[in-house]
Structures are given as C-alpha cells and as structure tokens.
C-alpha cells in the first residue's frame, strides 16, 4: 500500500503545510485557528494554536528556509507568523481585500508571497522592514472571477493562477528593490509588475491546482469538467494538452517529477498522470487501491441498485450487495481530499507527499516502493 501513515487530526481540514523539517505539521481544522502539530514519540501532540483571524483560514504555507507559517483567511486578512522563543508571533499584511483571501504561497526565494482572492485579483506582498509590515502590490482587472489558487514558477517571477472564470494566467511579478535583475528572465525588455505573459483558455469549468514542474518548463492545471491541463513553453504559442478522465473532478495537482503528477479531489483517491518518452501525458492509476470489476450477474445491476436504494431497498436491508459498484475499495480518504504537499528531504529524489481533507485526515504516502512507477520518477 502507497500509504504508509494516516493520522486523524480534526473532523475537517481545509488545509496543511509542513515544516522544514517536516516534524511538526499546521493544519487548520476548519475553523479560524491555525493547529501546529509536533511528533513526539511517535504521536502528534498539539503544541500550537494561532489565534489572530476572525473565520476560516482558507490558506496556509510554511517556508522552508525562513521557518515563517503565512495564513490568510474569510476575513480579507493575512498574517505571517515567526517564531520567537516558544511562540509563535504575528506580522500584518497589508492587502488592502474587499473579499475573502483564499489562496496563499511564498514564493521560492521567499522574499514574496502571493494572494489569491474572491476580490478578482492576486497580492504579492513583501517585507517593508522600517514599517515592520508586509506590505502588497495587487494585479488587478485581469481576472473575471475568484482567484482558487496561485503557483511561483522557480525564477521567482513569473506567477501562475486559477480561476473560477475558467481560464489559467500566467504574470511577471518583478518589484524593483526586491528582486534582482539577474533572477529575472530574458532581456531588459521584460515584462514588468503585473503584465500578463499568457492566458490560457483551455477549460470550459472553473479551475483549480495549478502547479509548475520543479523545472518550470511545464504547468499543469485542473478543470472542474474532470480534464487536467498540461502547458509546455510558456509564452506566445504554448504547447498544450489535455487528459480527460471518467472520474469525479480534482482540486489540486502536484508535480513529484518531471514526468510525473498527482491530482487529489473528489475522488478521495490520489490519481496518477504521466509522460511518455514522446511528451505525451496520460492517466496511468489510482495510487490506492480500487476496486476490481463485478463479475456475473452483479455485473449489470448497477442501474437496479441505484433504483433500489432511491427507494430504500439498502436502507431496508433488502440489497445483498453492499458495496456499490463505483465504491472506492481500500481507499484511505473517506471524503474530498482538497490539499497536496511535498516531503521533500535535500539531496534526494521527491517519492513522499501527503494529503489531507475534508474527513480530517493527514495522509503520507511514499511512491518508493510501487515498482511501476519507478521509471517516472
């Protein structure tokens, strides 16, 4: 089995990050509060309650260099948090929102971070150290609708979006005083804050997850309409593809390779999706198990189930098949996973990630030990 740990933290989890050590985890349990976790003999102790934000925080990302915990929240408001002693102490964020932040990730330098909101726009914010505030430039009037997530290529100036209009952007975000003319790309004719390098209209759904390779020659994004994007060479004329699948839609993706993705969502069950030597990306399995295919006459009584269940027959005990023929068998997630991370360690290859959702569950898997998918990694 892929997963090799399962801790139950809450009823609900919006979301989690890790810290760079990845021995203590923050989660928030789907309230205003942010919950650190420590592992201490092999159980997770809470050590940790942030308390600043007035509803549900809807975002949080931990830097790895830095060890600083940003959040955002319902309440249009952000906080980043460093340690100082043995607590944790907040810095406010100027981002100047009329709606709910919702989305939130330092940016690889972590001198930046950025904030997607239900405002229309994204924030990228930065240290002002004589005010002691994080203050925020906002890309405006790009967008149509709320902003569902946000992706820091690794030049640490080009930044990619989601939305619910549908379509998937990507931004230059060069600040002059914070970043550097070295780390930016190109000529000195490049784009400046806020310029939209490309906009890509490939879903007809909300999207969702969009993520860079560890490379950033290649994006990947998700539709509400069960396609997830693929996006080679960035630019005036993109390369794009696209992978539909059966199942139910997924809400975010993470790349664990250059060949390789995993999408989390409403299946409960992180899905599998890879290149070929040729480029070409396909669906390749459920990282759990599933379910084998019915066989005799079970085979063709899915419509009569359902039909009887509508009207009660499983609820009256009146069914001899209790397990519906769609029904994810060994499947760790009991409900919507909404949140993928990486457990990366220096100096060797990414094979373990974890999820969480909304049954409150923390998930590690490890992709070592499954020997079909070595030649991805």
């Given at each position: 089995m892929a997963a090799v740990a399962v801790h139950q933290f809450a009823q609900c989890i919006t979301c989690h990050a890790w810290s760079p050590d990845h021995s203590m985890v923050a989660l928030c349990p789907n309230n205003n509060e942010v919950h650190i976790y420590r592992l201490v003999n092999d159980k997770w102790?809470?050590?940790?309650?942030?308390?600043?934000?007035?509803?549900?925080?809807?975002?949080?990302?931990?830097?790895?260099?830095?060890?600083?915990?940003?959040?955002?929240?319902?309440?249009?408001?952000?906080?980043?948090?460093?340690r100082e002693g043995p607590e944790w102490v907040p810095t406010l964020v100027i981002l100047r929102l009329n709606r709910a932040a919702l989305c939130v990730q330092w940016s690889p330098k972590e001198n930046k971070f950025a904030v997607g909101s239900g405002a229309k726009t994204v924030c990228v914010c930065y240290y002002e150290q004589e005010n002691n505030w994080w203050v925020s430039k906002v890309i405006r009037k790009k967008h149509d609708s709320s902003v569902t997530s946000v992706a820091w290529h690794p030049n640490n100036i080009l930044l990619a979006t989601t939305s619910t209009d549908g379509k998937c952007r990507v931004f230059s975000t060069f600040i002059k005083g914070v970043d550097t003319r070295e780390s930016k790309t190109g000529s000195s004719s490049d784009p400046k804050f806020g310029e939209q390098i490309v906009q890509l209209d490939l879903s007809s759904s909300w999207t969702f997850g969009v993520k860079w390779s560890p490379s950033?020659?290649?994006?990947?994004?998700?539709?509400?309409?069960?396609?997830?994007?693929?996006v080679d060479d960035i630019g005036p004329s993109p390369l794009?593809?696209?992978?539909?699948?059966?199942?139910?839609?997924?809400?975010?993706?993470?790349?664990?390779?250059?060949?390789?993705?995993?999408?989390?969502g409403f299946d409960c069950n992180p899905m599998i999706f890879a290149a070929d030597k040729s480029g070409l990306w396909s669906f390749i399995r459920f990282l759990g198990e599933r379910k084998e295919s019915l066989s005799g006459p079970k085979s063709g009584s899915q419509f009569s189930e359902a039909f009887g269940k509508l009207y009660g027959q499983a609820k009256h005990g009146l069914s001899n098949d209790t397990v519906e023929p769609s029904k994810i068998q060994g499947a760790v997630h009991d409900n919507c996973i909404n949140c993928i991370a990486l457990l990366n360690k220096k100096g060797s290859e990414t094979k373990r990630f974890?999820?969480?959702?909304?049954?409150g569950k923390v998930v590690i898997w490890d992709l070592g030990n499954q020997q079909d998918l070595k030649e991805y990694l």
């Open positions: 102790e809470k050590v940790h309650v942030l308390q600043k934000h007035d509803q549900i925080v809807s975002g949080i990302d931990w830097s790895g260099k830095s060890n600083r915990i940003v959040s955002v929240s319902h309440d249009r408001n952000s906080y980043v948090w460093n950033g020659n290649t994006l990947a994004y998700v539709g509400h309409n069960s396609m997830i994007y693929f794009a593809q696209n992978v539909a699948f059966r199942n139910l839609p997924l809400r975010d993706v993470q790349f664990v390779s250059e060949k390789m993705v995993i999408g989390v974890s999820t969480s959702g909304m049954d």
